[in-house]
C-alpha cells in the first residue's frame, strides 16, 4: 500500500506557517558565526520568473497560476484561461470585475489545459525539476519522431517549483520577504505588486526562488608546498597525558617537592583526557529523538521527494514529542491537514503532519515522550515526520536511532 500523493513539501510547511498570528522568524543569518555576512548577496541571488505562454499561465507539476497584462480584469483573465469568473474571484479575494495590475499574479483553483507549443510554449506540460528530465529518453523520442530529417528536440522547461504563499491579516510584503530570506523588490517583481509593495488578505504570492550559481570545480592533482605531507599525531593522541601536580600559590619554589629521576611521578588512577563522555547525550545522532509514534515506515525519506518519513499508525495514536523543546506554530493546509512544528536546541526543528486532536498550543513548552497529538483517519493513516536543520531537510533516522 502506497501513500497517497502530497501536494506540498515539508519546506511549504514551514512556509504555511505565515498564515498563523506572527508567523514564525526562521532567520538564521547572523547566528553561524564569523566575521563574513553573505546575506546580502544570497538575498540577490534569485532567479527570474518563468515567462507564461499566450493565455498567460505558468504551469508546475502542483499548481498553476495566470498572469495578468496590462488593462486586465478578473473577469478577462478568466475568461482567457477558461474558468468561471465567479470561481476564479473567490479564489484570489477579489471581485470579478475588480481592475489587475500588469505582471500580476492570479492562482488557479484548479488545472486548466497545459501550456504547450499551440499556446505559444516553447514545449508541452509543466515546468518540471532538472532531477526529472530523462535526457536518454528524451533523445529517444526525438529521433522516433524524426519523419525523415534529423531536428533538434526541444527539452521539457525545467525549473524549481516556487512556494506559493497566500497572505493573511496583518502581512506586508517586508514580512513575507523577511520569512522566506528574499528582498522585497524580488518579491513585488515575481508577483506584480506596485511601488508601494501593497497586498490584500488572501492573496497569493510566488516566492522567488534561489539562483542556482555553479561552485567553482577544483582542479585535479594539484600540488601546493606541503602537501600530502603527513601531520604526526601528538603524544596525547595515543594516551593521556600524565597529572601535573602544581604547588599551591603560597608555596615557594624551594619548599615545593622536586621529583627525582629515581623516583618518577606516579600514575593517575583514571585517564583524565576528555573524550567528550558529557557531550553524548547532546550529540546530533544515536537516539537524541524518539519515534514520535510506533509503527512501520512506509516511505523513506528522500532530499527533493519526501522530506521526512512516514509512520504508518491507526487513527488516534498518541503522537508523542520527538524531543524535548518549544511549540513553535500549529496550521493547516489549504486541504484542512493539520501539522506542528516543535523548535528544538542546535536549530533543530521537528515537524508533526497529517494530526488531529492537537492538544498543545503555540509557546508550550514539551518534553521527549509528551504527547502533543492523535494520528488523523485517513486510507492508509499515518504520521509524516520531519527533522530540519534550519531551513534544511535532514534525514530523521540518524536522530532517531
Keep these: 500500500m502506497t501513500t497517497p500523493t502530497r501536494s506540498f513539501t515539508a519546506l511549504g510547511l514551514l512556509i504555511a506557517l505565515g498564515a498563523c498570528d506572527g508567523g514564525l ?222 604547588p599551591p600559590a603560597n608555596q615557594t619554589a624551594a619548599a615545593a617537592p622536586a621529583a627525582t629521576a629515581d623516583k618518577p611521578a606516579p600514575k593517575p588512577a583514571e585517564p583524565v583526557a576528555d573524550i567528550g563522555q558529557k557531550k553524548a547525550a547532546s550529540s546530533s545522532g544515536g537516539g537524541a529523538m524518539s519515534m514520535p509514534v510506533s509503527g512501520s515506515i512506509i516511505r523513506e525519506y528522500a532530499k527533493g521527494r519526501n522530506e521526512g518519513i512516514d509512520i504508518s499508525a491507526a487513527p488516534g495514536t498518541p503522537v508523542k514529542a520527538a524531543a524535548s523543546g518549544q511549540v513553535a506554530a500549529i496550521s493547516a493546509t489549504d486541504e484542512g491537514v493539520k501539522f506542528m512544528l516543535i523548535r528544538h536546541p542546535d536549530d533543530l526543528i521537528s515537524v508533526y503532519t497529517y494530526v488531529d486532536d492537537i492538544s498543545v498550543k503555540k509557546g508550550d513548552a514539551v518534553s521527549k515522550g509528551q504527547s502533543i497529538a492523535r494520528v488523523r483517519s485517513g486510507d492508509p493513516s499515518f504520521l509524516h515526520f520531519e527533522v530540519r536543520k534550519g531551513f534544511e531537510s535532514t534525514d530523521p533516522m540518524p536522530y532517531l536511532r
Design 25 to 246: 522568524d526562521l532567520d538564521m543569518r547572523g547566528r553561524m558565526g564569523g566575521a563574513v555576512d553573505t546575506s546580502q548577496a544570497a538575498l540577490q541571488a534569485v532567479d527570474n520568473r518563468p515567462q507564461p505562454d499566450d493565455r498567460g499561465v505558468i504551469s508546475y507539476p502542483n499548481y498553476q497560476v495566470a498572469v495578468a497584462r496590462r488593462g486586465d480584469t478578473l473577469n478577462s483573465v478568466a475568461t482567457r484561461i477558461g474558468l468561471p469568473a465567479p470561481e476564479l474571484a473567490r479564489y484570489n479575494g477579489v471581485q470579478v470585475n475588480d481592475p489587475l495590475r500588469a505582471g500580476e499574479i492570479i492562482a488557479l483553483p484548479r488545472r486548466v489545459a497545459e501550456p504547450s507549443p499551440a499556446t505559444g510554449a516553447a514545449t508541452t506540460g509543466p515546468i518540471q525539476p532538472p532531477a526529472s528530465v530523462d535526457v536518454a529518453t528524451l533523445a529517444g523520442s526525438a529521433i522516433e519522431r524524426a519523419p525523415s530529417a534529423i531536428r533538434p528536440a526541444q527539452a521539457p522547461q525545467t525549473g524549481t517549483e516556487p512556494v506559493r504563499h497566500k497572505v493573511a491579516r496583518g502581512e506586508t510584503a517586508f514580512t513575507i520577504a523577511r520569512l522566506y530570506q528574499v528582498t522585497p523588490r524580488a518579491l513585488a517583481e515575481w508577483n506584480g505588486l506596485d511601488s508601494n509593495f501593497s497586498l490584500r488578505e488572501g492573496q497569493y504570492l510566488l516566492i522567488p526562488t534561489a539562483k542556482n550559481v555553479p561552485q567553482p570545480q577544483q582542479s585535479a592533482q594539484v600540488t601546493v608546498p606541503g602537501a600530502g605531507t603527513a601531520t604526526p599525531q601528538p603524544p596525547s593522541a595515543s594516551k593521556p597525558l600524565p597529572t601535573e601536580v602544581l
